[in-house]
């Protein structure tokens, strides 16, 4: 493009400015090429004439489209050159705040000066394994680059970090090494990254300091060698030093400070242990106070102290050592103030008598002190023939003074250093090393001195490795790409370097003017200027004889002589260095043990595998042979020397440090300052260097989808892109040499990709004014339609209105006349009505008076005659009344007199002893003639029943004829019976008036009674009332105050609740974490086992399982063992050994003993109860009935029975253990302890069993024995009081055996006549009636179990007519549906329904096929025993005539049939086939084998086994079960630790086992949901709740386990599926960009192509696993919710980094595939499982891309849509948003702020970077399962033939 084209009107330029060094403006005429004048605009719309001329001022800088500010990375853009690279900078880092910004290879770090929350873990977590064209800039990334390819390369790799002081160098070193530690941490437990993060405090309290620039500035430059082994994990490192600034340690300069250890150490003096110290505020001392200011603000010395120590302890340092170090550093401080003072001849001076710092100097040294007095006021010269003591002067003694505090602290800063490099050395060999190099950059003051010389001096050979680096990647590059190489010119710094170092440079100078005995700074200023004035880099200021210029490749710098010798020789007097040697301190004599040592670098390297065997790119400068004492240059030198030498044989990564202002003021930019650095660090070259050739370059792809809109249509149909783009240049760029065409890229001369873009935005730009024209064209045509539509309907409208309103009034007109008509009608009917109203109610009031007078009189009169006759009635009552109460009363006195006589003789009669002689007298003989009497009567009853019989026959006959004669009288005499009949009633009648009489006073009497009573009782309840009212306003008072106080109470316990629950989560979150922590140090335990151990078999006695031992003896806790103090005082005298020899015996006997004692516990609270309820009761005890005395009399009988047992069996247990110890210590060999332990324990075992049956015996004995002294008791108490005594049935069902026992006790005590002789002679009465109570309980007993027996068969009944109704109502809607389809779908409804029952009975006839085969084998094989056994059956029967040999064979065979039939859902199996049945059911088992059976089949079937163990009592089987089994399955997953398939199908067994435990534990509360025969089945003698918190454990670290697998696989996957691929096409644009993508960590390695449909393939994949295997779906809801969490943690952590996704169609995109990720979820029936939940942030996100950001609404709605990103991501992806094109607008600065002072409220956390490592909690609900397992089927595949049916 010609200069014209360029420079046209409206285009944007850069003019220098002198203050912000650029300036934008804009082009306001078309400028022609030769014209003076560029007409201007400046941005406040200033017109400016830019004058153009070719030697004042040449065409201004073009700008850079909008589009391309702010990019990642300076070499994206178009036009590279200085003013683009500043304003991109300054956009980036003032708008954006990004820090950050690439430089082709270098890494542009701008200080903040502010903590910014991007350097956590999570932070490392997303830039690790990244490339580094992905993410955004970031020391991360570089330090990933630098990690990846050493790995890759096999290749050292060095991080070269520069800059000013205070650019924060030190921060980017620390954070690189925190980065490596971090991804590349020790294999082993010897936390090596931990040191090398320690050595950063300590390095930093030694060798930083505040300067005028940074508070923290690094006074040194060091680099340290970080090594790794094959593996890539940190094994160790090393550190170099360079140039410590000796001279701080005596001098600063205003508000500067001195090393920090200075400040902490006197900030920390009042600790006890440093009272030696004899330190007091850094303000007394002078080394420490030059600066006028010894606070650094927000900094607290005393607390980094504490860090720095630390830190000392961390890498080893005893507390001796660092009480040394700590000495020597108070000892400078007292050395700086003690005072010199000059004597009167000004040659010689002294020191004040009784000097207390020089005291404490001596005394913290160890060291002489007049010795030391003597020497520091005095010299000696030695020469060749005498030694001579010379004064010194007051100046010269200071001097000394200071050189030797400044020669003490750089030994004890050399011997720190090695040391920290004796700490992180290791043995192990170094198979690679990443280096940190982090040094000074460039320095220029006002006066500048050796230090300043030395520091540029080191950049200056950097530049020169940097430059070549950069130019051989460049070469490289074109190389690969097969581009025309032509050789681009770069700056070359060699000839500045050779005036420093090469021979009879400017250091050689400097050495020979050393030499010289009076050499001075002025003679060897003079050799300079006549040896090197020739030289173009070096120049002789015009003003200065003492100083000297030297053009660096950034600046000229001028350098003042004064200092130059001195500092370079570093003159130390040897005889204070000899006092120093002889001090009792062995650290400080050993620090000056070697005086020749380099005092400026640590030179030792830890070990063989830190050198580094490399060829100098250019010869080293040869030095002179002479000997002589190494200076300081020379020595740096070397150092630098060998540094390029490690450098060039490493692979280097750049990061140059920028300041940007000098107020360290956050984010605040200087242009000045930036470009000065800018240009001083290489960035500018670097720039140069990519302009020189083709800066911009672009893949085929991405340029193809970029500028494809400037193709034709026929060029789209050309399916090679190479070509179409090859094409479209040739077609658009004329200039061939603009553009080359490389393998994979083009790549394009500055300038191209601008034009470019502008041919795009033109295209743009008329296609959107084209459909502008279309649209504003259909818009009014559309408004033209709708104005004339509203025309024509207003007109109908109006038209219809008037029509209306003339009808409206017609008939409003004809409503009033027939209003007027009837108004008038109905006021004359009114009228008229009223009238005849009137007449007629004065007529009827009129009738109605006269009427009413008549009435009152006939009132009157009938009224007199009522109360006469009452009256009347009344008199004549009261007269009789008194008449007949008079009669009564004679009468009552009369009788009571005859009863008073009557009374009186009876009692006499009853006194006297014959009346009594006469009521026994033949009392038995009467009771035998009664009962024969009976007998007669009885007979005679017969008799005359048969005389009855005919008697009423006869009678029957006779009175026949009677009536019939009866009737014929009674026709004759009607007359007067009807008379007599009449006179009857009548008296009848009378005498039922008297009842009635006497009936009705009786009531009323009653009624009077009654009448009172309730008076008083209303009386008192009113009283009551009203004390109920006044205590129901007291508690309605009481009720308002409880329910504010229960509101209170409510509110605060919803808040407890909603604490207690999230500390739940807390907790259990904290205890799943410390078990994945157990599972992780389990797993590293067993890999340093693996590596440890030999090949070959070999015990591993330390091996555990989950419980506490693999061992075949039971774990004993202390709840098992009792607290007995015999027992633990035995195991204690026998030992740990012995006392487990006999541990299953011990077992045994302490069950035994735990359940006896239990038992007596129970019955002694039973006695307590029963106790209680005597003593409320009183004299009640005689009434209770007799079975709760039998039952407080067998209660009580066990109780001492077994305490006494309990007595014996802890007497016979420690025994017992005795004996075996002693007979173990004895015996010396293990097969007869072991043989005499099982006999032992056989004896004790059959001796256990025949105890037990003889308790009860005895027990039952003596329960009859005291019953019948009971019952004996009772019964006399009965005969005495002569009352029948009552024998009541017992409301406690008695056993079958009781009953009889209780009977036949009985009936053996039958003949003992004395027992019952109370009640006749032989006893036989009492006898037979408690044999027949006896009988009688017995027959109610059956009758109860009879009664619970037809309830259960009714229950079962009930049960199955359930089921039946079940089944009916299933089948009714079947038919119901069936009905309601076409008949076409009723015919394949029916079939189908048809298939599925056809399948079932398959199924279940194939089951009973597998039973019958099974028995078949069974029978054949016993068929085949037995007819082994036939031949000696049959001599057997010969021999010998017994009919009963051969029934033990029936028996046998009719009890296998037995078992057979009744399958109890358990497994048999022998102790000798366990490995093998865990190997088939665990290590063996693959998923696909029982993928075809029931769910979780291992599970059942290792349940089922568990059973049997169970069962038959064994807790040595059911404890080695369980054991070898989780082991197993611990292995299988560690052996698959990366199979998900696997993983799952364990995680489902192991959870279902863990069901079946707690489902069949006995426990109530997971026996809800049981049928009855699932509670038979449930566990009868062991409680295994620890294994059941062991499974628990187990499957929290494999549900662990499934998530880091799933987790690992989903990885790649997400960024690419949510962010890259285009889910919906031609959507996302490509903008262009810059050299990092094509870094060299991307050579080799394609991008991800996965897809959104191969996520959520990989998705559906995991749940189909799960579901197949049977995982509860509560748990694979909590395994999808997981993984969507990584999800949205992966996007969102992406989303953050990257600006190249922060664009509205990338929003599009991610919302797109969030909606396809919830349709997945619905689909799975999971959208209730929290996951749409987790990925919340991420929708956001795409939201918050998509959202309008301008104006204040704006902002508040993406305030209250964005609740759940915290503030800083909302900020961070404000400002990564990249508009597309240019049609797009920028999210402004004002608009960003707004947003944060919104949100400056909230209470977020500050966190940037959603934490990947997250895990949720997980929660197994208890899931019972409703299968029998009697009905589970084994396939015959698995091989487990060995396992028997029971």
């Not at 570089?142 to 205070?166: C, F, L, P, T, W």
């Not at 581009?483 to 100078?509: H, M, R, S």
């Not at 197949?1668 to 943690?1689: C, K, T």
Request: charged share 30%; proline share 3%.
């Amino acid at each position: 493009m010609s200069v014209n084209e360029l420079y046209s009107k409206y285009t944007r330029v850069w003019i220098p400015d002198p203050e912000d060094v650029w300036r934008a403006a804009e082009i306001i005429k078309d400028y022609t090429e030769g014209e003076p004048i560029l007409y201007l605009k400046l941005e406040d719309e200033t017109p400016l004439e830019y004058r153009i001329g070719p030697k004042d001022n040449a065409l201004p800088f073009l700008r850079n489209p909008d589009i391309l500010v702010g990019e990642n990375d300076l070499t994206a853009l178009s036009y590279l050159h200085e003013p683009a690279v500043l304003h991109n900078l300054k956009v980036r880092f003032t708008e954006s705040n990004h820090i950050y910004t690439y430089c082709g290879i270098v890494l542009v770090a701008i200080n903040p000066y502010e903590q910014l929350q991007i350097y956590g873990e999570e932070v490392i977590n997303a830039y690790s394994g990244q490339n580094m064209g992905d993410m955004d800039p970031h020391i991360f990334a570089v330090a990933e680059e630098a990690y990846k390819q050493m790995a890759r390369d096999e290749r050292n790799q060095s991080i070269i970090v520069s800059g000013e002081s205070g650019a924060g160098k030190t921060v980017s070193a620390k954070y690189a090494m925190r980065f490596f530690a971090t991804v590349g941490g020790s294999a082993n437990d010897t936390n090596v990254e931990e040191k090398v993060l320690a050595s950063s405090p300590i390095m930093e309290a030694i060798g930083n300091a505040k300067t005028t620039r940074n508070d923290n500035s690094s006074r040194f430059g060091k680099y340290i060698q970080i090594g790794f082994d094959r593996s890539y994990h940190i094994i160790g490192a090393n550190m170099r030093t360079y140039l410590l600034e000796k001279s701080r340690v005596v001098f600063q300069a205003e508000d500067e400070r001195n090393y920090h250890i200075f400040y902490q150490l006197c900030a920390s003096a009042s600790l006890p242990e440093f009272k030696d110290l004899a330190l007091t505020s850094a303000e007394d001392f002078i080394f420490t106070s030059q600066g006028e200011n010894i606070f650094i603000e927000g900094v607290n010395d005393a607390e980094d102290f504490e860090k720095t120590r630390e830190a000392f302890t961390l890498l080893g340092v005893n507390d001796s050592n660092q009480s040394s170090i700590f000495r020597i550093i108070a000892s400078i401080l007292h050395l700086g103030n003690v005072e010199i003072c000059s004597e009167r001849d000004g040659d010689s001076c002294h020191i004040l008598k009784n000097d207390p710092h020089l005291a404490h100097f001596c005394q913290l040294l160890g060291v002489e002190l007049e010795q030391m007095e003597h020497w520091l006021c005095h010299r000696k010269l030695v020469t060749t023939s005498e030694t001579y003591v010379k004064n010194m002067s007051r100046k010269q003694a200071a001097n000394a003074r200071d050189a030797l505090a400044k020669h003490i602290y750089a030994h004890m800063f050399d011997w720190i250093v090695e040391y920290v490099n004796k700490s992180l050395h290791t043995s192990s060999k170094q198979h690679s090393f990443i280096g940190v190099l982090d040094i000074y950059g460039f320095e220029t003051f006002e006066i500048n001195s050796f230090e300043q010389f030395c520091i540029n001096y080191a950049n200056e050979k950097l530049q020169q490795q940097f430059n070549q680096h950069v130019f051989k990647l460049e070469q490289e590059e074109y190389i690969k790409e097969q581009i025309p190489w032509t050789l681009i010119d770069f700056y070359d710094n060699q000839p500045c370097i050779d005036v420093i170092e090469a021979k009879l440079g400017i250091l050689d100078l400097l050495d020979e003017e050393c030499k010289v005995p009076k050499g001075t700074d002025q003679n060897w200023c003079q050799k300079l200027y006549d040896r090197l004035s020739s030289s173009v880099h070096f120049q002789k200021p015009r003003m200065s004889n003492t100083s000297f210029i030297v053009i660096h490749f950034a600046d000229k710098v001028e350098y003042q002589c004064d200092g130059f010798l001195e500092k370079n020789r570093d003159t130390v007097y040897e005889e204070q260095i000899n006092i120093l040697k002889a001090s009792k301190f062995q650290l400080v004599a050993d620090l000056f043990q070697d005086t020749n040592k380099d005092s400026s670098i640590s030179t030792s390297s830890s070990s063989k595998s830190s050198r580094v065997n490399v060829r100098a790119s250019k010869p080293t400068p040869k030095v002179p042979n002479k000997e002589h004492r190494k200076t300081v240059g020379h020595q740096f030198r070397s150092s630098l020397q060998l540094l390029m030498e490690t450098l060039n044989a490493t692979t280097p990564h750049y990061v140059r440090c920028i300041k940007p202002n000098d107020k360290k003021e956050a984010f605040s930019f200087e242009s000045r300052r930036a470009v000065q650095q800018l240009r001083a660090c290489g960035v500018l070259e670097t720039i140069r260097i990519s302009a020189a050739g083709y800066p911009s370059r672009w893949t085929y792809p991405d340029f193809f989808n970029r500028y494809r809109v400037l193709m034709k249509k026929s060029d789209m149909t050309v399916g090679d892109k190479k070509l179409v783009c090859r094409n479209l240049l040739e077609t658009l760029v004329k200039d061939p040499d603009k553009f080359q065409f490389g393998k994979t890229k083009i790549f394009f001369r500055a300038g191209q990709v601008a034009y470019l873009e502008k041919l795009r935005a033109d295209k743009f730009r008329s296609a959107c004014i084209k459909i502008q024209k279309t649209v504003r064209g259909w818009l009014q045509r559309v408004r033209y339609q709708k104005i004339r539509k509203s025309a024509i309907n207003l007109q109908r409208y109006g038209r219809g209105y008037m029509a209306r309103r003339y009808a409206e009034q017609l008939r409003l007109t004809r409503a009033a006349l027939i209003c007027q008509k009837q108004y008038r009608m109905v006021r004359e009917r009114r009228d008229y009505l009223r009238v005849r109203q009137a007449v007629v109610t004065i007529q009827a009031f009129t009738r109605g008076m006269l009427t009413r007078r008549i009435f009152q009189e006939f009132l009157l009169d009938h009224k007199a005659m009522i109360i006469q006759k009452h009256v009347r009635g009344w008199l004549t009552r009261r007269k009789f009344r008194r008449a007949r109460n008079a009669a009564i009363t004679i009468q009552c006195a009369y009788r009571r007199m005859r009863a008073k006589r009557e009374l009186k003789q009876l009692k006499i009669e009853a006194r006297s002893a014959q009346h009594l002689k006469k009521l026994n007298t033949g009392m038995e003989n009467k009771i035998v003639q009664l009962q024969r009497k009976m007998d007669d009567q009885t007979n005679d009853l017969k008799t005359q029943n048969e005389q009855l019989v005919v008697a009423k026959a006869s009678l029957g006959s006779e009175v026949n004829k009677l009536q019939k004669e009866l009737e014929m009288m009674r026709s004759r005499q009607g007359d007067g019976s009807q008379l007599t009949s009449l006179q009857d009633e009548l008296e009848k009648l009378r005498a039922e008036l008297q009842e009635a009489h006497t009936h009705m006073k009786k009531l009323e009497e009653k009624h009077s009674n009654e009448k009172m009573g309730l008076e008083q009782r209303v009386e008192e309840l009113d009283r009551e009332n009203s004390m109920l009212k006044s205590e129901k306003e007291e508690m309605n008072r009481r009720i308002l105050h409880h329910s504010k106080s229960t509101e209170d109470q409510e509110s605060s316990a919803s808040q407890s609740v909603g604490r207690v629950q999230a500390e739940l989560d807390d907790e259990r979150q904290s205890y799943q974490n410390l078990l994945r922590e157990f599972s992780r140090l389990e797993q590293r335990y067993d890999n340093l086992q693996e590596a440890k151990f030999q090949p070959g078999h070999k015990r591993n006695n330390s091996t555990q399982s989950s419980l506490e031992s693999d061992s075949n003896y039971p774990s004993i806790s202390t709840s098992e063992l009792g607290d007995t103090d015999d027992a633990i005082q035995l195991v204690e005298e026998m030992g740990v050994e012995k006392a487990a020899m006999d541990i299953g015996v011990f077992m045994k006997l302490q069950k035994r003993v735990r359940e006896l004692e239990q038992e007596r516990k129970r019955l002694q609270v039973n006695l307590e109860k029963m106790e209680d309820q005597v003593n409320c009761k009183g004299i009640e005890p005689k009434t209770t009935s007799e079975q709760e005395s039998e039952d407080l009399a067998y209660s009580s009988l066990k109780r001492q029975e077994l305490e006494s047992e309990n007595k014996k069996l802890k007497n016979d247990l420690n025994e017992l253990r005795k004996a075996i110890a002693d007979r173990a210590s004895q015996n010396s060999s293990s097969n007869e302890l072991q043989d005499g332990y099982n006999l032992l324990f056989g004896q004790l075992k059959a001796a256990n069993e025949e105890l037990e049956v003889r308790k009860e015996e005895v027990l039952i004995l003596r329960t009859q024995i005291v019953s019948a002294a009971h019952q004996k008791e009772e019964t006399t108490n009965h005969i005495e009081t002569n009352n029948v005594p009552e024998w009541t049935n017992s409301k406690k069902p008695i056993d079958k055996e009781e009953a009889v026992s209780a009977y036949h006790g009985l009936c053996e005590s039958k003949n003992k006549a004395s027992d019952w002789g109370y009640l006749n002679e032989d006893g036989e009465l009492g006898l037979a009636y408690q044999g027949l109570k006896q009988v009688a309980r017995l027959l109610e007993a059956q009758l109860q179990s009879q009664a619970r027996k037809h309830e259960d068969e009714l229950a079962a009944f009930n049960t199955q007519i359930e089921l039946l109704k079940d089944d009916i109502e299933k089948k009714q809607e079947m038919l119901n549906h069936t009905m309601s389809l076409s008949p076409e779908a009723q015919v394949e409804y029916s079939v189908q329904q048809e298939i599925t029952r056809l399948t079932n009975d398959n199924l279940d006839l194939k089951e009973l096929v597998e039973k019958l085969e099974k028995n078949e084998r069974k029978l054949k094989k016993q068929l085949r025993i037995y007819m082994k056994k036939v031949p000696d059956l049959e001599v057997s029967l010969t021999a010998s005539s017994q009919p009963t040999k051969a029934k033990p064979q029936l028996t046998r065979q009719v009890t296998v049939q037995r078992r057979e039939k009744d399958f109890e859902g358990m497994l048999e199996y022998y102790k000798e086939d366990e490995a093998l049945l865990v190997k088939t059911l665990i290590t063996d088992m693959k998923p696909n084998a029982v993928s075809a059976t029931v769910p979780c089949l291992p599970a059942y079937i290792l349940f089922m086994c568990i059973r049997h163990a169970d069962y038959i009592n064994d807790d040595q089987k059911v404890h080695s079960l369980l054991t070898s089994n989780i082991n197993a399955i611990k292995k299988v997953l560690k052996k698959n630790n990366n199979d998900f398939e696997m993983t799952s199908f364990w995680l489902a067994n192991t959870s279902r086992l863990l069901h079946c435990l707690k489902q069949y534990s006995g426990d109530e509360a997971f026996m809800t949901q049981n049928t009855a025969k699932q509670n038979e089945h449930c566990l009868k003698n062991f409680d295994l709740a620890e294994y059941r918190q062991v499974l628990s454990d187990l499957s929290i670290q494999i549900y662990q386990q499934l998530i880091k697998v799933a987790e690992h696989m989903m990885q790649p996957m997400i960024v690419s599926a949510m962010l890259e691929s285009e889910s919906i096409p031609s959507l996302a644009g490509v903008k262009p960009m810059g050299y990092r993508n094509r870094s060299s960590s991307m050579d080799g390695e394609g991008p991800g192509s996965y897809t959104l449909e191969a996520l959520i393939k990989q998705l559906g994949q995991f749940h189909s696993v799960m579901g197949e295997h049977g995982l509860d779906p509560e748990i694979a809801s909590q395994v999808v919710r997981q993984l969507f969490y990584s999800i949205n943690a992966v996007t969102l952590n992406n989303l953050l980094l990257r600006k190249d996704v922060c664009s509205w169609s990338t929003g599009m995109q991610l919302r797109y595939n969030i909606s396809q990720m919830e349709e997945w979820l619905r689909g799975k029936n999971l959208h209730q499982s929290g996951a749409v939940v987790n990925i919340e942030p991420v929708i956001q996100a795409a939201q918050l891309l998509q959202v309008k950001k301008k104006t204040s609404q704006d902002a508040e709605a993406i305030c209250s849509l964005c609740t759940s990103l915290t503030m800083q991501q909302i900020v961070k992806i404000l400002n990564l948003y990249t508009p597309l094109n240019e049609f797009e607008e920028r999210v402004t600065v004002s608009f960003i702020r707004n947003i944060q002072n919104r949100l400056k409220d909230r209470n977020d956390v500050p966190m940037l970077l959603v934490d990947t490592k997250h895990t949720f909690p997980v929660l197994f609900p208890y899931t019972p399962s409703a299968l029998s397992l009697e009905t589970l089927h084994i396939p015959a595949n698995l091989s487990l033939d060995f396992l028997t049916r029971v």
